[in-house]
């Protein structure tokens, strides 16, 4: 008699195979070309989409039960961390600091990214990006929902949580990430996947949710640092992404690489300026510190960035212009960018500082090249106004880089006692940067730049026109609009600040 035959199981590639593959399908009424028409757009040459490859192997079937898995981890350890009053376990107050700029600056990215992959996902024509972009858009709004999640219990007992997707879009340090999130959602599709998948997955965070995440826990708070590593499981899979785009669209044409290195090279420099603020978190804001700033870029800049070019290297594929001015600039941009959110603290929904004498050591010993003498004069400088009953305020408005939209407050890469500043004239307007990396970038696209919507310009615009009390209460960093202030400090400085304004 017969014997049954029992069917073979399929294989994980085999699988992978008839779960997304067999997702697509030939247009019949309609050419290819007006389906998906930004293919094209950028230059890039694609022959053959099949060759996409997936590491992973991921289908939604098993990405559903994976995430559910994370999901009641995370929540169960949440809850506990809300009804066990773990706001409370936190080292010390400054830490909240670290916590805000992330709520303000990086949670709103992540709903960008999981915006953009929606759309990226339906412009390419082969299905396995699709499938990918797919499951990486839900990876982003999943992890903008977790972060919120995570700190809305410090919104019910410290001020400065409230109203974080409008300062997002309002004040002048958020300015930064949203304009390379702006940036990044105004490209093509294939520009689009570098700057999240190379330039966010690869370069920031590596350099934010390991480190960063490891110091939240240090410090603790173990709701931040379970949202951390629930997120860097998936970032591991998304920089998988970044880096298959980057090497099929070079195995797919030899016309691709010069477009491809020069994307990398303007999105390595906006990833590094956007990283500038993690630096200050890391060195600053953090009670109790894992590692200083400078050895987080050696492990994750400099050992992981070298790796990944000596393996794009066989296709022709160099390191990212500037990456000197960067290696260089390590040991400053920490200090730089502190002691600007310091003398601009007046603008800011968050407290600021002067280092402790235990963080000064600290510092000491982490940049024993660059502190003690070109940083620690200054915050002396602060510290004696402060025990003088006084406080160092800076009431100018900072020039704004056109690209990066930081304030141009870093120094020459070979002289950190001079300020860098560069200028571009285009149809009859001058610009400014605040280095050659970001002139670089708007010379490229200087259509594209000049649209820029900047914080300190539109501070002087109706119908504000420079009140800054009025600015105050437009960001919502005041709790009312009948021109109440924190203190009656802050009332001096504002007061004095609008004297100033009125007579210039």
């Given amino acids: 008699m017969d014997i049954k035959k029992t069917p073979r199981k399929l294989n994980v590639k085999e699988k992978y195979r008839l779960m997304t593959r067999d997702l697509a399908w030939e247009p019949s009424y309609r050419d290819e070309k007006e389906i998906y028409p930004y293919v094209d757009y950028e230059g890039i040459k694609i022959h053959d989409w099949s060759k996409w490859e997936d590491p992973f192997r991921l289908t939604m079937d098993a990405y559903w039960k994976y995430q559910a898995e994370k999901e009641r981890k995370y929540y169960a350890i949440i809850d506990a961390h809300a009804q066990n009053n773990g706001h409370l376990n936190v080292t010390d107050a400054r830490y909240l600091t670290a916590i805000k700029l992330f709520l303000q ?26 499938v990918a972009c797919q499951m990486q858009s839900i990876d982003e709004i999943r992890h903008a929902q977790t972060q919120v999640h995570a700190m809305s219990n410090y919104n019910k007992y410290y001020n400065g949580f409230k109203d974080f997707a409008q300062q997002r879009d309002r004040i002048w340090y958020t300015s930064v990430p949203r304009s390379f999130f702006d940036d990044a959602m105004s490209a093509g599709p294939f520009e689009f996947l570098i700057a999240i998948g190379f330039s966010f997955e690869y370069v920031l965070t590596n350099l934010l949710f390991v480190p960063f995440m490891s110091g939240a826990a240090y410090n603790g708070d173990m709701a931040t640092c379970t949202f951390g590593f629930s997120a860097q499981s998936d970032e591991a899979r998304h920089m998988t992404l970044g880096l298959e785009c980057i090497k099929f669209m070079l195995e797919q044409d030899p016309a691709n690489i010069p477009i491809v290195q020069k994307w990398i090279d303007k999105w390595f420099w906006r990833g590094c300026r956007l990283l500038t603020l993690v630096a200050a978190m890391m060195d600053y804001m953090l009670p109790k510190r894992v590692m200083s700033w400078r050895e987080a870029w050696n492990i994750y800049g400099v050992e992981n960035g070298n790796a990944l070019f000596r393996d794009l290297a066989r296709y022709g594929i160099r390191q990212p212009m500037h990456w000197d001015d960067v290696e260089k600039s390590i040991d400053h941009t920490s200090h730089q960018i502190m002691l600007g959110l310091y003398q601009w603290k007046f603008g800011t929904a968050f407290h600021s500082w002067t280092p402790t004498a235990s963080d000064i050591e600290w510092l000491k010993e982490k940049y024993p090249t660059t502190f003690e003498q070109y940083y620690l004069p200054r915050w002396e400088y602060a510290i004696a106004q402060k025990e003088a009953g006084g406080e160092y305020n800076n009431f100018g408005l900072p020039k704004l880089c056109q690209t990066c939209q930081l304030p141009c407050l870093f120094t020459e890469p070979d002289d950190p006692t001079q300020l860098a500043h560069r200028e571009t004239e285009f149809e009859g307007e001058k610009y400014h940067f605040c280095s050659d990396g970001c002139q670089h970038v708007f010379d490229q696209e200087p259509e594209k730049y000049v649209q820029a919507w900047l914080p300190m310009p539109a501070l002087m615009q109706a119908p504000l026109k420079g009140d800054l009390a009025a600015w105050m209460e437009w960001v919502s960093l005041e709790p009312t609009a009948a021109g109440d202030y924190a203190n009656s400090e802050d009332k001096a400085n504002f007061e004095k600040w609008r004297k100033q304004v009125s007579t210039d």
Avoid: D, K, L, N
């Avoid at 709103?108 to 990006?129: I, S």
């Fill in 105 to 130: 600056g990086i949670s709103p990215g992540e709903y960008a990214a999981h915006r953009g992959f929606a759309r990226v996902g339906r412009e390419f024509a082969g299905v396995g990006p699709q």
